[in-house]
């Protein structure tokens, strides 16, 4: 814990606000986004599958809400207009990755 | 111990050596009836009602640092029963009622006042909106009163009435709603607590469920396993977290929430205001500080604190109705995290591991609910049903399509 603490105030220091580093448009501030939630919103269930409803109701209303790394959808709203998976720690707001939804979802499509 | 007028005398004259600990620091039993995870409002108004109420004095709460340094210390103490919904309103109107007697009930000055609590609206749809709403309110026994623009001017003359983007056209006014002083609650009710004989366990972090066979045994800490009869949950902001310790998955994320204090200024603002255009409200304290605040940082966080965009947002809202706090500095920023739940409205029901009850999803209303929180918890652990204002706070309400959302916001935390 006391750890944990320790590293967000380096955070604060390095950044008054969060950055996220678009990996097409480089660094940019958090404002210009819009948060979505969890990164499993991705992960639409098939409504073809016998319990499609059961499934539907988890992906919409339940969420997992960690403590700790989250990856988590960001629209750039003020900028491309591209959905970002980003990977943030919710204890200390520290942003490890950033991917294009658009790479990963293509990459679940091509393995299917 | 009992507080008193007579009692301040007799002390003053005898050098103030009658004053004792407000609650003792026991070490844990093996076993207690009824386990409480948390020992904020909710988890100490919970036992508290338990006791008194329900006559079940073997219990414990368990808090992981001290007592009342969670979301019971961090909101803006603002109670109100302003709720549309069947599902809601009657809760919270209970809640106010308990308010109204709480100082009484705990012998101990929590400093509920009724200062009146004003909703402003800015145009003819929202106006018939709140109408609406203050119909609800007095069906459901509460007050409201309808205020056009004169009635708000004369309450708050400085308003800037005329503003283009949204002139204030009047409000709605809950004479009962105000402020409480909300350390005084966590410790008004942890002295009652104590007294009735509850054991509030400071430090004793809950680090797992005892499950067996699908029923909940007790619980791992960090002060060693406590067994009971039935474990109660009400960690309001760590919902997720401690949850998933017993593998469940709920309706919430966890949001951070931030609030404001101004430097003491003069009175000045008399009652309670909200702007919900501009995302903003605001009370002043006995203290002289603006209390303000306004939308929560929108993204998953346990941090307890948030970030810069949303201060100067809450205070762009503040100098939209004031202009004139420009030039008044912030004292204090700070942050709590909060369940945000998928309606935004709480629950309060056991779970599918038997015995173990859960409390939570308050979002960032959980102040005003303590009293009624802890007597409706109290009711259910008691009795295995859920009190008659408290039947809709279910978790399975997703499933069953009975949400209670205020805003129709559907199923977006961050929007609630």
């Known amino acids: 814990m006391r750890k944990g603490w320790a590293h967000s105030q380096t955070c604060i220091e390095r950044h008054n606000n969060m950055i996220i580093d678009h990996p097409l448009l480089g660094p940019r501030d958090a404002r210009e986004f819009v948060y979505l939630g969890d990164a499993s919103l991705m992960n639409r269930p098939d409504w073809k599958d016998e319990n499609a409803a059961e499934q539907f109701y988890e992906y919409l209303y339940l969420r997992t809400n960690t403590m700790g790394e989250h990856r988590e959808l960001w629209y750039h709203e003020h900028g491309d207009r591209s959905w970002l998976v980003v990977t943030r720690h919710t204890l200390t707001h520290e942003i490890t990755k950033v991917e294009l939804a658009r790479d990963l979802g293509l990459n679940v499509g091509q393995n299917k | ?416």
């Open chain 2, 1 to 416: 111990m009992r507080y008193s007028g007579l009692k301040i005398f007799t002390e003053a004259l005898t050098g103030n050596k009658g004053w004792g600990p407000n609650w003792r620091q026991p070490t844990p039993k093996d076993t207690y009836d009824v386990i409480i995870v948390g020992a904020g409002g909710h988890g100490l108004a919970t036992a508290y009602y338990l006791a008194k109420e329900f006559d079940i004095h073997d219990v414990a709460v368990l808090e992981k640092g001290w007592l009342g340094l969670g979301n019971v210390g961090r909101n803006t103490t603002i109670i109100r029963s302003n709720y549309m919904l069947p599902g809601n309103e009657p809760f919270y109107e209970l809640s106010m009622k308990l308010w109204e007697g709480l100082a009484q009930d705990l012998n101990y000055n929590v400093m509920v006042s009724q200062r009146g609590l004003l909703n402003l609206f800015h145009n003819d749809p929202q106006r018939d909106s709140f109408i609406r709403r203050g119909n609800a309110m007095r069906l459901a026994g509460a007050d409201a009163v309808l205020l056009d623009q004169d009635g708000v001017r004369r309450m708050y003359p400085f308003f800037d009435f005329d503003s283009s983007r949204f002139p204030i056209k009047g409000g709605l006014l809950q004479p009962r709603g105000g402020t409480a002083r909300h350390d005084a609650v966590a410790w008004g009710y942890a002295r009652k607590c104590d007294e009735l004989g509850v054991d509030i366990l400071q430090n004793c972090e809950v680090e797992s469920f005892i499950i067996e066979g699908g029923i909940c045994k007790g619980v791992e800490t960090a002060k060693g396993s406590i067994r009971a009869n039935k474990v109660a949950v009400c960690v309001a902001g760590s919902s997720g977290h401690v949850m998933a310790m017993a593998g469940l998955r709920l309706p919430i994320e966890s949001h951070v929430m931030q609030a404001f204090v101004s430097e003491a200024l003069k009175p000045v603002i008399h009652g309670v205001v909200t702007f919900g255009a501009g995302h903003f409200y605001v009370s002043q304290s006995d203290k002289g500080g603006l209390v303000f605040g306004g939308d929560i940082d929108g993204y998953n966080s346990y941090a307890q604190r948030g970030n810069l965009p949303v201060i100067e947002d809450v205070c762009e809202g503040g100098m939209a109705i004031m202009p004139m706090i420009g030039r008044a500095r912030i004292l204090r920023a700070w942050g709590g995290t909060v369940d945000m739940s998928m309606d935004g409205s709480p629950f309060i029901d056991k779970t599918d591991i038997e015995r173990l009850y859960f409390n939570g999803g308050w979002c960032y209303g959980g102040f005003k609910a303590t009293p009624a929180s802890g007597w409706c918890y109290a009711y259910l652990l008691a009795n295995d049903k859920p009190h008659e204002v408290a039947s809709k706070f279910r978790l399975n309400r997703f499933k069953s399509g009975n949400m209670i959302d205020e805003k129709g916001m559907g199923a977006q935390p961050n929007l609630h």
